[in-house]
């Protein structure tokens, strides 16, 4: 069974870029796309972006200038990165596999604050 | 950024049913398969019906999801306490710059 362990984020002053990183065990990493989904405190679920094991990405329209995903297929990792983090990025961030999120991380907290 | 529009909450009786409901437009629910996920507070979601109306296996046959059009549906029969959670549709989005995912702005259910 496929788990997602993810690590990172933390507390981040606003302008600093934010570094998370998911890892795969179990199960198949190739053929499946894999997501960052993030949660604000007390708000709604919000997809971030995706990458396939061959590197293809798709982003939120209202955070590609600020977010990159990447993905290390010898690791089994997947990984996300935003610039220039504001307040207003502050959420629990979770990673899933495949394009439906059939699977989800645990999540991690990221607080933005000076 | 496009959203899918839910009710904000919805109740029942225990055993009643409940039916949330999730509307958007052509390029995702009128093109797209859509999914419904379950969050119990302070937890991760987890998906209850993909593909407009397939259950995982472990999902509970009371869970059952629609499509019509630009709607989805989500259908909880014989409701219990343990449903009480938010939930949330999710569908893919066409357009011209490409694809993403959309979520729906998320129903909290309270079980009387």
């Known amino acids: 069974q496929v788990q997602l362990q993810q690590w990172g984020g933390g507390l981040l002053k606003p302008s600093e870029t934010l570094s998370l990183t998911c890892a795969v065990y179990g199960g198949s990493f190739s053929g499946y796309s894999w997501s960052w989904i993030r949660q604000p405190p007390g708000k709604g679920l919000e997809w971030i972006g995706d990458?396939?094991?061959?590197?293809?990405?798709n982003y939120n329209p209202s955070l590609k200038s600020r977010v990159s995903i990447s993905v290390d297929t010898s690791k089994r990792q997947f990984f996300l990165n935003v610039t220039s983090v504001t307040a207003a990025d502050t959420a629990v961030y979770f990673c899933?596999?495949?394009?439906?999120?059939?699977?989800w991380g645990k999540g991690t907290t990221v607080t933005v604050s000076s | 950024q496009s959203v899918l529009t839910q009710p904000p909450s919805a109740s029942g009786t225990p055993g009643q049913r409940v039916i949330i409901s999730c509307s958007g437009t052509?390029?995702?629910?009128?093109?797209?398969?859509v999914n419904w996920y379950q969050q119990f507070p302070d937890t991760a979601p987890r998906i209850v019906i993909y593909?407009?109306?397939q259950r995982p296996s472990g999902v509970p046959a009371r869970f059952a999801g629609s499509k019509s059009g630009t709607s989805a549906s989500l259908a909880i029969s014989g409701l219990q306490s343990e449903d009480e959670a938010d939930y949330y549709c999710?569908?893919?989005?066409?357009?011209?710059?490409?694809?993403?995912?959309?979520f729906g702005t998320g129903t909290k259910v309270t079980v009387l």
């Open positions: 899933g596999r495949g394009r439906r999120v059939s699977t």
């Open positions: 990458i396939t094991d061959s590197a293809a990405a």
């Open positions: 999710g569908a893919w989005e066409d357009s011209l710059n490409g694809s993403f995912y959309v």
């Open positions: 593909h407009n109306d």
């Open positions: 052509g390029p995702n629910i009128g093109t797209n398969f």
